[in-house]
T-cell receptor
Framework: EAGVTQSPTHLIKTRGQQVTLRCSPI?????VYWYQQALGLGLQFLLW???????NRGNFPPRFSGRQFPNYSSELNVNALELEDSALYLC??????????FGDGTRLSIL | DQQVKQNSPSLSVQEGRISILNCDYT??????FLWYKKYPAEGPTFLIS?????DKNEDGRFTVFLNKSAKHLSLHIVPSQPGDSAVYFC????????????FGQGTELSVKP
């Protein structure tokens, strides 16, 4: 069974640009979660999507947004990139109350 | 406001001995707790979980203990193996927050042969 897949694995952007990260959940999982792990910090909850709807949002500015498609894959969009957005962005998926399973992340570097 | 804390950034243990990783939380609404293991350049891997209605859950070499009155949980690994060397994160969720997980900062475990 394929795990959670994320693309791209690495990305370099400059301040002010926009970026889109992608996530494909495990087959059968309907929920997708996004987390940010900045250098030296723990994982911070960003967004939760379930059945195409945004269910919960972490303490991040509105320039962080996303969506979930009918096939349950998801995108995370970040506008007006700032230096502090440099981080590992992790996607996780789950079904119902089952534990979340994570992808290997996208490493975003802002120059 | 760090609701989930892992106060030990690192832990070193001899192979074959017990590893005990600790985690404290402040939010009494948390009712589900998980431990994840993370190797460099990989995403976190789910290890074991426990509901607040239990005080212990065991899976092979891994046992999680929950002390609700102290708002403390721990992960015991017995016996420890060199392959267990990784960063361990505890995480918590509250039923009214759905799937939102709050993570600790992580503890880096090193198991020496």
């Amino acid at each position: 069974e394929a795990g959670v897949t994320q693309s791209p694995t690495h990305l370099i952007k400059t301040r002010g640009q926009q970026v889109t990260l992608r996530c494909s959940p495990i087959s059968g999982h309907t929920s997708v979660y996004w987390y940010q792990q900045a250098l030296g910090l723990g994982l911070q909850f960003l967004l939760w999507y379930d059945e195409g709807e945004e269910r919960n949002r972490g303490n991040f500015p509105p320039r962080f947004s996303g969506r979930q498609f009918p096939n349950y894959s998801s995108e995370l969009n970040v506008n007006a990139l700032e230096l502090e957005d440099s981080a590992l962005y992790l996607c996780a998926s789950s079904f119902g109350t089952q534990p979340q399973h994570f992808g290997d992340g996208t490493r975003l570097s802002i120059l | 406001d760090q609701q989930v804390k892992q106060n030990s950034p690192s832990l070193s243990v001899q192979e074959g001995r017990i590893s005990i990783l600790n985690c404290d939380y402040t939010n009494s609404m948390f009712d589900y707790f998980l431990w994840y293991k993370k190797y460099p350049a990989e995403g976190p891997t789910f290890l074991i979980s426990i509901s607040s209605i239990k005080d212990k859950n065991e899976d092979g070499r891994f046992t999680v203990f929950l002390n609700k009155s102290a708002k403390h949980l721990s992960l015991h690994i017995v016996p420890s193996q060199p392959g267990d060397s990784a960063v361990y994160f505890c995480a918590a969720s509250a039923g009214n927050q759905g799937g939102k997980l709050i993570f600790g900062q992580g503890t880096e475990l090193s198991v020496k042969p």
